[in-house]
């Protein structure tokens, strides 16, 4: 079952635009993870927020996360035509016997030079 | 480099045959994982293993099976039951039982003609 899910499904901006992404799920989590993916290629990791956590940064990333509204945002600032890719959330439930990452089905990113 | 390497590529499987996706780590990681990515879907977890010699089913593992008899190898069987396998398929490690980062491979994607 896919806990995440992210919106919007595809985004579409000039370079040098700033763009959001968000994430919704629905149980409670340990930490939220964005990945990127380029068309193709196995995902790679950005950042991790930890449920105690309300903002995080990473370069050209800011990512927020918002317990009571189980929600979380991705913007990536100044967008450059490379950020063109697939972005995903992935939740780490805090409850269950199995606790794994369940991915969203992503936000396909398109930045135009 | 360290990193997680998956063999073939590219496959391409005649109905009711078997086929085995490779995936090998070099970062020493103790949980491995295989995801099915559909086209503009997010991750489906199929299996994923803690610990050499052991294993666990995921959200979809109906029509797969894998092994984990070295810590750096977990391949993947896609059966003759797998009523409908043509996807891309990730595999991935982690540092431990899979809370933290994961780190993927680039992907095989099985074609069935």
């Known amino acids: 079952s896919q806990q995440g899910e992210e919106d919007p499904q595809a985004l579409s901006i000039q370079e040098g635009e700033n763009a959001t992404m968000n994430c919704s799920y629905k149980t409670s989590i340990n930490n939220l993870q964005w990945y990127r993916q380029n068309s193709g290629r196995g995902l790679v990791h950005l950042i991790l927020?930890?449920?105690?956590?309300r903002e995080k940064h990473s370069g050209r990333l800011r990512v927020t996360l918002d317990t009571s509204k189980k929600s979380s945002s991705l913007l990536i600032t100044a967008s450059r035509a490379a950020d063109t890719a697939s972005y995903f959330c992935a939740t780490d439930p805090s409850s269950g016997s199995a606790r794994q990452l369940t991915f969203g089905s992503g936000t396909q990113l398109t930045v135009l030079p | 480099d360290g990193g997680i390497t998956q063999s073939p590529k590219y496959l391409f499987r005649k109905e009711g045959q078997n086929v085995t996706l490779s995936c090998e780590q070099n970062l020493n990681h103790d949980a491995m994982y295989w995801y099915r990515q559909d086209p503009g879907q997010g991750l489906r977890l199929i299996y994923y293993s803690q610990i050499v010699n052991d294993f666990q089913k995921g959200d979809i593992a109906e029509g797969y099976s894998v092994s984990r008899e070295k810590k750096e190898s977990f391949p993947l069987t896609v059966t003759s039951a797998q009523k409908n396998p043509t996807a891309f398929y990730l595999c991935a490690s982690s540092i431990d039982r899979g809370t933290g980062e994961l780190f993927f491979g680039e992907g095989s994607r099985l074609t069935v003609l």
């Open positions: 927020i930890r449920s105690n956590e």
